[in-house]
């Protein structure tokens, strides 16, 4: 199908437009942006700055994507923006910001993501793959999603945290450290891991086995409170010296955000500058 342009929209002419496009009424399209095949933009959508965006992404009416970060020292002309991948939902009154010239520069969100009414996406942050932001959820600055996380409304992310692989918080949520993966987390100002995600793990495939050893992890780590080299050793000794990869993912999340500061492994790239942004683009 031919590209679909409400005359009511205003699409500069510098804009890249994929095939089958449908840009509704009202839409702003700026003169940096790419927006990929199969693209629905409903209305009221505003795309500006450098914006590159893939294929069979919607976003639903009072989407604005590209917007300044809210960061102080952000200049107009700094190399910056945001990447999204394929097959994202963005429903209505959601927010993307732009990256600030810090770390690589860019925002990025990966494929198969839903950010639901009015999440808030600030600059830098990163979202990798089939993540949900549910209505309300605020993160800060340089905050990462692993995959198949799910963070529940009204939940507000504190800049540079890390939300683990298949991490659940809570909803009305106030998160200032890491949420470790496979664990779901809880809480304001006594915010914590509770227990494990079971349900997001039977969802996402895991088997008995490997939930089995999730969850006896949690207990060493959260319910004993043993130190990670004793956890380890233990695990170790109990499988026989065969570590699953997901065992080895909670183990590497933990030991990182030990090596942070203030809970916070990504706290380290606090300074980074874009130059570095390779050395932190996959920091946990």
């Not at 990966?110 to 209505?135: I, W």
């Not at 955000?257 to 203030?262: A, I, L, N, T």
Request: glycine share 10%; with cysteine; net charge neutral.
């Amino acid at each position: 199908m031919p590209v679909s342009i409400s005359p009511l929209s205003q699409v500069h002419p510098s804009a890249r437009i994929g095939q089958d496009v449908e840009i509704g009424p009202f839409c702003l399209i700026g003169p940096h942006v790419t927006i990929g095949d199969g693209c629905r933009l409903d209305s009221h959508v505003s795309v500006i700055g450098h914006v590159e965006i893939g294929r069979n992404n919607r976003f639903h009416a009072h989407c604005f994507i590209g917007g300044e970060p809210q960061d102080h020292v952000f200049r107009e002309d700094a190399p910056v923006g945001v990447q999204i991948g394929d097959s994202n939902i963005f429903r209505e009154g959601v927010t993307v910001h732009r990256g600030a010239e810090k770390e690589d520069g860019w925002t990025r969100i990966g494929d198969g993501n839903m950010l639901m009414a009015n999440a808030h996406v600030a600059h830098n942050c990163r979202l990798y793959n089939h993540t949900y932001l549910v209505n309300g959820v605020l993160l800060g600055g340089h905050v990462h999603v692993h995959d198949r996380a799910i963070i529940s409304g009204n939940t507000a992310i504190h800049h540079f945290a890390s939300i683990g692989t298949l991490a659940f918080v809570s909803g009305c949520s106030k998160v200032v450290v890491d949420v470790p993966p496979y664990m779901l987390a809880a809480g304001n100002d006594d915010f914590r891991v509770i227990t494990i995600n079971l349900v997001g793990m039977q969802r996402a495939g895991l088997s008995s086995d490997t939930i089995r050893i999730i969850k006896r992890a949690h207990r060493l780590l959260f319910r004993e409170h043993r130190r990670l080299d004793d956890a380890r050793n233990i695990l170790h000794e109990e499988l026989g010296g065969i570590i699953p990869i997901e065992l080895q993912t909670l183990f590497t999340a933990i030991e990182n955000q030990q090596k942070g500061r203030q809970g916070r492994a990504r706290e380290v790239f606090r300074n980074v500058k874009p130059s570095d942004g390779d050395k932190s683009a996959e920091a946990a």
